[in-house]
């Protein structure tokens, strides 16, 4: 018979039902905290065991979810007001119109090609958050290719390392960088510039590696690791996208303008997800007038938006229950300082790199995330106050897990459904991706270690 992995929602669930059943047998214990700057830290060698403390009920499972959507409110409304304001953004055809003359432009020079489609790929997804947005682009990506004697192999090589290295170089991903942040109580946005700065590094790991695949197959087709499948002949690369337009142009500097009065406004008056919504709100309407999108279009295309994030909230209310039944059953501390004890031994440096590769596991379970940044977070963020590192650190080990880790684990949606419109069968894929994974992974290790010793924070 064969295993089809549970819906993620289905997994949260049972996953609150390990932590309730946790609160059984896990002693319970807590630390010292203080407060440093703002911040609520746990004080490294105070941990105590709790005696006699009161056990929860099965009924908690069920009350820690409406409790846990009330805490996580906040971020799941601005989940949906981003979603709405894209949805906008999409309308206009900026985002279709800017990566289709992209291509267009450099059909003819495949490294150019290869290098710059999987940087705009990575900006866009470091900046704006963009993954499902780009499965349209695969069957243009790979018609063109096909014509330039490379595979479609290739073509889904660009669109998801590109994907996945924005995700894990977030800079100001709102689904990422500002939930993570937001759970372990930083500024949001906080270190973007070191973050931009890594982008391109792991940009040009991606692209020698796509960009040897190709060279191999344009020298030997038979090197192709989708010989011997039934794939579509390689027909001229269709246009079906929008011209880029001055407007198109305008729409995209008015989100830049609207990111950068929010990173200013952090920085200058403490804005947080209210503020940053608004700027959103803004730029949605600003939008609509350039493309000249009309109020009543305009409202159901950020209906439609808010919808598709309807179930990415739901996971980050279910995922925020299973952190508050830790805290209720008095286990969560317990289970920081049993990661603490082995991590300790290793010193910050490596430390950070094993906080890294348990994010990175944990994402096969909760691909999702903002979902995965509400169930880790409220452990990361105390176990990097144990382990002598900021919490800076234990965001960016989040990010290079979920971002990386989503080029590969089949329970991404937005990875499954690229091989499913590319035709590419998973196993296949799963060879291709395995030695880039690697690659990215350890450089980000060398970069986990960098940015412990040089006190990123």
């Known amino acids: 018979m064969n295993f089809k992995m549970p819906h993620t929602l289905t997994l949260l669930f049972f996953l609150m039902v390990g932590a309730l059943v946790l609160t059984w047998i896990v002693p319970q214990g807590a630390f010292d905290t203080e407060t440093v700057e ?15 403390g009161a056990l929860l009920s099965p009924l908690a499972l069920f009350t820690a979810i409406p409790r846990a959507f009330g805490d996580a409110q906040a971020i799941i409304f601005f989940l949906f007001i981003i979603g709405g304001v894209l949805a906008v953004i999409r309308k206009t055809g900026t985002i279709d119109a800017l990566l289709g003359r992209l291509l267009e432009r450099l059909g003819g020079r495949p490294g150019l090609l290869i290098f710059i489609t ?28 096909r014509t330039m004697k490379m595979d479609t192999m290739t073509a889904v090589g660009i669109i998801v390392a590109g994907y996945g290295i924005g995700y894990g170089a977030a800079a100001f991903n709102q689904y990422t960088v500002v939930v993570a942040q937001g759970v372990a109580d930083l500024p949001t946005y906080s270190g973007w510039p070191i973050r931009m700065g890594i982008l ?14 190709s060279k191999e197959v344009q020298l030997d087709p038979a090197r192709s690791l989708l010989t011997g499948l039934d794939m579509p002949a390689a027909d001229a690369p269709t246009t079906d996208y929008p ?13 830049l303008l609207a990111l950068g009065v929010a990173v ?24 609509a007038l350039i493309g000249r999108v009309g109020p009543s279009e305009m409202a159901r295309e950020f209906v439609v938006g808010a919808k598709e994030l309807t179930e990415t909230a739901l996971l980050v209310g279910v995922a925020r229950g299973i ?25 910050p440096e490596l430390a950070g790199v094993g906080m890294m590769l348990m994010q990175t596991l944990l994402n096969l379970f909760v691909p999702s995330g903002s979902g995965q940044a509400f169930v880790t977070m409220p452990l990361m963020a105390p ?16 990010l290079f897990g979920d971002g990386f880790a989503n080029m590969i684990v089949p329970t991404n949606a937005v990875l499954m459904g690229i091989l499913g419109m590319a035709g590419v069968p998973y196993d296949r894929w799963f060879r291709f ?16 270690v960098g940015m412990v010793v040089f006190g990123f924070a």
């Open 383 to 398: 176990l990097s106050d144990l382990l002598g590192v900021s919490r800076q650190i234990a965001v960016q080990a989040f």
């Open 264 to 287: 200013w406004g952090i920085a200058r008056w403490g804005w947080y997800l209210t503020e940053l919504g608004a700027a959103f709100l803004i730029v949605g309407v600003v939008t």
């Open 38 to 52: 703002g911040t609520t830290v746990v004080v490294p060698g105070t941990f105590e065991v709790v005696e006699d």
């Open 200 to 213: 391109l590094p792991f940009v040009l790991i991606g692209t020698h590696h796509v960009y040897k695949y």
């Open 323 to 347: 952190a508050l039944i830790m805290e209720d059953g008095q286990i969560l501390h317990t289970i920081v300082h049993a990661l603490s004890v082995p991590l300790g031994t290793v010193g």
């Open 118 to 145: 999987i940087f705009v790929f990575a900006l866009t997804s470091s900046v704006m958050g963009a993954s499902a947005e780009y499965i349209p682009f695969v069957l243009i990506l790979a018609a063109l290719c």
């Open 433 to 448: 991706c395995l030695p880039l994974l690697l690659k990215l992974l350890a450089f980000a290790a060398v970069c986990m």
């Open 243 to 255: 011209a880029l337009k001055l407007t198109h142009v305008a729409i995209l500097c008015t989100f």
